[in-house]
């Protein structure tokens, strides 16, 4: 059996009809940019998340970058960071000229520990990048009030959690605001790139539509430096459509979770750990061995194909050591070296979830004192 890692195409498939109407009427229309299709779609994706704002822009790092401008982050700020994150979330802080400020995190869930926060802050604090990683919120509460006792800001890197929930709430309601990409592979994800930043304020939302816009508040009336990062009428329309099946595409994911989580049962091998509070949207199924390798080329044999979400930490890479290289992040830097991700996606059957465990279950090479 082979076993793609995510089948996209499959999804196009599935809504082939829908998307190619909508995109259709698009091309008809003549409008290509910043046209009907966006203004619905941040309507309806403000809604879904339960916020009263969206502004579509050009990708995820882009969203998280004009948060921050539009918070007036700027040279000599700093902003906390997960120190286990895709690197983006940190891109879009040396963007603006600040710091980013690593904090480790919790073995548990992969997220950013809440308990480790305090020491990071510093008089130039400004800001906190709360990354949802893999689909699963991170632990807000003692985030937001943490950052109202020392007046920062709240920043969702919402990314992985489309869909995702904390307590009962949406992610990209959790926060100031929330940052979100609309990468192909997402869980919400366009035929290309895009992002959107959900946000109750008002004030943020209307100077990030002139930012995301040539600082431009109406044609050719220019008031502040801008940037062109707008979310596509096509790639709009598409999401739309994309929208209505999330949260059923969302539950697909949750029962293969389930089932992971129920019968794998090896030795040696670290199952994802899930609070009381927590409803995550399984953008990634991430499982930790110390004989990761030999699991991942059992299943590579067996043509099942597995990833490393992120296998090099933002602080490790070429681009940062320079400025991070007496950093120490113990558990960002052993966990990285254990974990991979097994297939999870909406397209795919229980039939190849249990061939997934079959294989796995098999291997006797796993080490039992992980």
Not at 29 to 36: A, E, K, N
Not at 228 to 233: A, G, P, T, V, Y
Request: proline content about 5%; charged content about 25%; hydrophobic content about 40%.
């Amino acid at each position: 059996m082979n076993i793609p890692f995510l089948d996209l195409h499959a999804a196009y498939s599935e809504l082939k009809p829908e998307i190619d109407k909508v995109i259709e009427g698009v091309l008809e229309s003549g409008w290509y940019v910043l046209g009907q299709q966006v203004e619905l779609f941040e309507n309806e994706f403000a809604s879904y998340c339960g916020v009263s704002r969206c502004v579509g822009v050009a990708n995820g790092l882009d969203a998280l970058f004009l948060i921050l401008k539009g918070y007036d982050i700027d040279e000599g700020d700093e902003v906390i960071v997960p120190a286990h994150t895709f690197i983006a979330t940190w891109l879009a802080v040396s963007r603006t000229g600040a710091k980013p400020v690593p904090v480790d995190l919790l073995p548990d869930t992969y997220n950013m520990d809440p308990g480790l926060l305090e020491a990071a802050i510093t008089e130039n604090t400004k800001a906190i990048v709360a990354v949802h990683l893999y689909g699963q919120c991170t632990d807000m509460d003692p985030v937001n009030a943490l950052a109202t006792r020392y007046g920062l800001k709240v920043v969702e890197d919402a990314a992985q959690a489309h869909g995702a929930c904390y307590r009962a709430r949406r992610a990209g309601s959790l926060a100031d605001a929330a940052a979100f990409s609309f990468y192909p592979a997402k869980n919400l994800g366009a035929f290309g790139d895009g992002g959107a930043i959900t946000t109750n304020d008002s004030e943020l939302c209307e100077r990030i539509k002139y930012l995301r816009n040539y600082g431009s508040s109406r044609k050719y009336v220019h008031d502040h430096l801008g940037y062109n990062s707008r979310l596509d009428e096509i790639q709009a329309a598409a999401l739309r459509v994309k929208l209505g099946k999330l949260d059923e595409w969302n539950r697909r994911r949750d029962g293969l979770a389930g089932y992971y989580l129920e019968q794998l049962d090896v030795p040696g091998l670290v199952l994802p750990s899930v609070p009381a509070w927590a409803e995550p949207a399984w953008h990634l199924f991430v499982v930790r061995a110390k004989s990761r390798e030999a699991m991942r080329e059992r299943l590579e044999e067996k043509g099942v194909e597995t990833m490393i979400h992120y296998p090099v930490p933002p602080h490790r890479t070429k681009a940062y050591l320079d400025d991070y290289r007496d950093c120490e992040l113990e558990n960002t830097e052993k966990v990285v070296e254990e974990i991979f991700s097994l297939p999870i996606g909406p397209h795919m059957s229980q039939d190849q979830a249990a061939y997934v465990v079959d294989q796995l279950s098999e291997l006797n090479l796993i080490s039992s004192d992980c």
